[in-house]
């Protein structure tokens, strides 16, 4: 368990959504740690990760909440970064992820916000999650 809880999670959540095929046909996988020079839009971004220890038993446990943020581009407006953040919260709340070391007592949808960018073309989604991981 070298890796904390933020690692092996990013992990399991790139490979969960770029596995979706709602998703996918939104994004066409899309879904990065750290967007590429020149990534082409729209695209998926792992946010920020947060664990917040907890102690069970003599185990380590950890609450973590963590944000997936969707970059859109479109020419219909705010509609495009909406969709793709619905498709995020279908493909992942409530599911059980594989995560290495760890297991996924449950994964909960929190919010989701979508605004327009100060350069008046883009739009970015934050989709806030929370989950329990047992180690």
């Known amino acids: 368990m070298s890796d904390g809880y933020a690692l092996p ?3 399991a959540l790139v490979i969960a959504l770029r596995a ?6 939104e994004i066409a996988g899309r879904v990065y740690d750290e967007p590429p020079q020149g990534v082409e839009y729209p695209y998926v971004r792992i946010g920020a990760i947060a664990p917040r ?4 038993d003599g185990k380590s446990a950890a609450e973590v909440t963590f944000g997936i943020e969707v970059y859109s581009r479109p020419v219909a407006g705010r509609v495009e970064c ?4 619905e498709a995020v919260v279908a493909a992942i709340d409530e599911q059980t992820l594989t995560i290495a070391n760890y297991d996924t007592v449950l994964i909960h949808w929190i919010t989701t916000t979508v605004d327009r960018e100060s350069n008046g073309r883009d739009y970015t989604g934050i989709v806030a999650f ?6």
């Open 82 to 85: 909406t969709r793709i953040c």
């Open 9 to 11: 999670l990013q992990e």
């Open 20 to 25: 979706d095929p709602t998703l996918s046909a």
């Open 53 to 56: 220890p907890l102690r069970t």
């Open 130 to 135: 929370r989950t329990l991981l047992d180690g």
